[in-house]
């Protein structure tokens, strides 16, 4: 056997031990990962047996479809015993709010929810509670806040003055209402008084329904305030005062689900987005390894090499 046939098999073997050895050490960093993963969502024996599902809720709250299909996955698993939605958001978009408290009311329908409220809880915050079988929150939580907002600038005497003129040309006399271009007119105004009392109408349906309230009841502290913890619990707009633990002994006492069962988190937008990244990368850089292995099969057969 030749020189260059001695060489060309060693370089064949070296390029199949790298290609393994590159291979263990990505399946080593998914395993890590994977741990890693475990070790944030709850013990990995939750994954074998019954859990807890824990969903954190914080800053603003927009519309998430990963979100809502962990959510709904919840409501599937029979292994889930309950939920505890843990809030700490000011508020968010009304679509985003509206499905978020679409997706726990799913989950509702099936085991018990129970939510926590942190600092903040107001809002569209507030809304996300309501599915839940019962709510706490801190005597000092920031909550309430029952009501529908459209804010828009109207900046035409800027303009004026800097010798800007802004034309539009719309289909319908409220096609550009608002415009930061114009000042709103009686009829657009009155068009968007029509939309924020809509949503206000169902924002209140929301509260009246789930903490079992008249209307009239609920338009009396509708009309966009906020309330300490300690006051919404005078208000009937909460269950009682505590945190986390305290969910977890009503779930104990009221559900027969036990202190000792593990708490799995769902994970957050960014970390699902990582997830997918790591799985994307690691996928990408196996076909590489199997590439160069059959680029080095392909070397050695052949003939002009």
Same mark, same amino acid.
Request: without cysteine.
């Given at each position: 056997?030749s020189?260059?046939?001695?060489?060309?098999?060693d370089?064949?073997?070296?390029?199949?031990?790298l290609?393994?050895?590159?291979?263990?050490?990505?399946?080593?960093?998914?395993?890590?990962?994977?741990?890693w993963?475990a070790?944030?969502?709850?013990?990995a024996?939750s994954?074998?047996g019954?859990y807890?599902?824990?969903l954190?809720?914080?800053?603003?709250?927009?519309?998430?479809?990963?979100?809502?299909?962990?959510?709904?996955?919840?409501?599937?698993?029979? #292994? /889930?015993?309950?939920?505890? @939605? =843990?809030? $700490?958001?000011?508020?968010?978009?009304? +679509?985003?709010?509206?499905?978020?408290? &679409?997706?726990?009311?799913?989950?509702a329908?099936r085991?018990?929810?129970?939510?926590?409220?942190?600092?903040?809880?107001?809002?569209?915050?507030?809304?996300?509670?309501l599915?839940?079988?019962?709510?706490?929150?801190?005597?000092?939580t920031?909550?309430?806040?029952i009501?529908?907002?459209?804010?828009t600038?109207?900046?035409s005497?800027?303009?004026?003055?800097?010798?800007?003129?802004?034309?539009?040309?719309?289909?319908?006399?409220?096609?550009?209402?608002?415009?930061?271009?114009r000042?709103?007119?009686?009829?657009? #105004? /009155?068009?968007l008084?029509? @939309? =924020?009392? $809509?949503?206000?109408?169902?924002?209140? +349906?929301?509260?009246?329904k789930?903490? &079992?309230?008249?209307?009239?009841?609920?338009?009396?502290?509708?009309?966009?305030?906020?309330?300490?913890?300690?006051?919404?619990?005078?208000?009937r707009?909460?269950?009682?005062?505590?945190?986390?633990?305290?969910?977890?002994?009503?779930l104990?006492?009221e559900?027969?689900?036990?202190?000792?069962?593990?708490?799995?988190?769902?994970?957050?937008?960014?970390?699902?987005?990582?997830?997918?990244?790591?799985?994307?990368?690691t996928?990408?850089?196996?076909?590489?390894?199997?590439?160069k292995?059959?680029?080095?099969?392909?070397?050695?057969?052949?003939?002009?090499?």
């Amino acid at each position: 056997m030749s020189l260059e046939t001695d060489l060309l098999i060693d370089r064949r073997r070296l390029k199949r031990r790298l290609a393994v050895w590159r291979a263990i050490a990505i399946l080593a960093v998914l395993a890590a990962a994977g741990l890693w993963l475990a070790s944030e969502a709850g013990p990995a024996r939750s994954l074998l047996g019954g859990y807890v599902a824990r969903l954190a809720v914080e800053g603003m709250i927009t519309e998430d479809r990963e979100r809502d299909e962990a959510l709904a996955e919840v409501a599937r698993d029979d #292994r /889930a015993k309950a939920l505890v @939605v =843990v809030i $700490d958001s000011p508020g968010g978009t009304v +679509a985003g709010g509206e499905a978020l408290y &679409r997706a726990i009311a799913r989950v509702a329908e099936r085991k018990p929810v129970v939510a926590v409220m942190g600092g903040t809880a107001a809002s569209a915050g507030y809304m996300a509670a309501l599915p839940a079988e019962r709510i706490f929150a801190r005597e000092a939580t920031v909550t309430g806040s029952i009501g529908v907002v459209l804010q828009t600038a109207e900046i035409s005497t800027l303009l004026e003055r800097l010798g800007v003129r802004a034309e539009a040309i719309a289909s319908g006399r409220l096609k550009d209402q608002p415009s930061p271009f114009r000042p709103l007119t009686e009829e657009g #105004r /009155a068009a968007l008084d029509a @939309v =924020v009392q $809509d949503l206000h109408a169902q924002f209140i +349906a929301m509260v009246a329904k789930w903490r &079992r309230m008249s209307d009239e009841e609920v338009q009396g502290l509708a009309d966009g305030r906020v309330l300490t913890g300690r006051q919404a619990l005078s208000a009937r707009l909460i269950d009682a005062i505590g945190g986390e633990a305290e969910a977890r002994a009503w779930l104990a006492a009221e559900k027969g689900i036990g202190i000792g069962l593990p708490v799995r988190d769902l994970a957050d937008p960014v970390q699902r987005r990582l997830i997918s990244r790591l799985m994307r990368e690691t996928g990408k850089a196996l076909w590489n390894e199997r590439l160069k292995l059959d680029q080095g099969v392909f070397l050695w057969h052949s003939p002009w090499r």
